[in-house]
C-alpha cells in the first residue's frame, strides 16, 4: 500500500509533465524573444561582421505576430537542449518581422522595410529560417547568398539535423541535406 506522502508525490509529478512547456516571452512586436536573439541595427553587413568576430553564423529569421508554426518552434523546437546550446554556440540569430516596418540593410545596400525586405527574398512562410555564409558579396542579397533557407516548422530532429548541416558546412561538400538527413535517421535506428 503505498504512503499518502507517495501518492501526493507521484500526483504532484503527474501535473507538472501534463502542464505545456514554458511559454517563450513575447515582444511588444507579438513576436518571441528567447535570450539567444540578437537586437541590432538590421543592417546584414554589420550583423555578419559581428557573427564572424564571435566566431558564429549568421541566421536570419522571419516571424510573425500569432504564428502558431513560429510558437510550436520557440516552445517544442527550439528549446530543446541539444538545439538551443548549437544556436546559443554557433549562430547569431536575427529575428525580422514579416509585416514589420524596421527598416532593414541588405548585403547589397538596399534598405527597405522588413516586409519589403521579405517579398524582395521571397519569403512567404513564418518561420524562415536564413543561413548565410560567411562571406558575402557586396551586390549580393541575402537571399541569393543564404547556404539555405527553411520556411515552415519542423521538428526538432530536422532543425537539429539544418543546424549541424549548416555549422559543419557540409553543403561544401555537395552533399544534398534531405540525404544528410537521412543518413542521420537511419544512424540512429
Not at 88 to 100: A, C, K, S
Not at 152 to 179: H, M, P
Request: charged share 25%.
Amino acid at each position: 500500500m503505498l504512503r499518502p506522502a507517495a501518492v501526493l508525490a507521484a500526483l504532484f509529478a503527474a501535473a507538472l509533465l501534463a502542464l505545456p512547456a514554458a511559454a517563450v516571452e513575447l515582444g511588444d512586436d507579438g513576436l518571441h524573444k528567447p535570450l539567444w536573439l540578437r537586437e541590432t541595427f538590421k543592417d546584414l553587413r554589420e550583423d555578419l561582421a559581428e557573427a564572424n568576430a564571435e566566431g558564429k553564423r549568421l541566421l536570419v529569421t522571419y516571424e510573425q505576430r500569432g504564428c502558431i508554426y513560429c510558437t510550436e518552434m520557440h516552445e517544442k523546437v527550439f528549446t530543446d537542449p541539444a538545439i538551443e546550446k548549437l544556436i546559443v554556440d554557433h549562430y547569431f540569430v536575427v529575428q525580422l518581422n514579416l509585416f514589420g516596418d524596421v527598416e532593414v540593410t541588405d548585403f547589397d545596400g538596399t534598405t527597405m522595410s522588413e516586409k519589403e525586405m521579405a517579398m524582395r527574398w521571397g519569403v512567404m512562410f513564418t518561420p524562415t529560417l536564413i543561413f548565410l555564409p560567411e562571406e558575402v558579396a557586396e551586390d549580393t542579397t541575402a537571399a541569393d547568398a543564404a547556404v539555405a533557407m527553411m520556411p515552415g516548422s519542423f521538428g526538432k530532429g530536422t532543425t537539429e539535423a539544418l543546424l549541424i548541416w549548416v555549422r559543419d558546412r557540409i553543403y561544401e561538400d555537395g552533399e544534398n541535406f534531405q540525404k544528410f538527413v537521412a543518413e542521420r535517421m537511419v544512424g540512429e535506428n
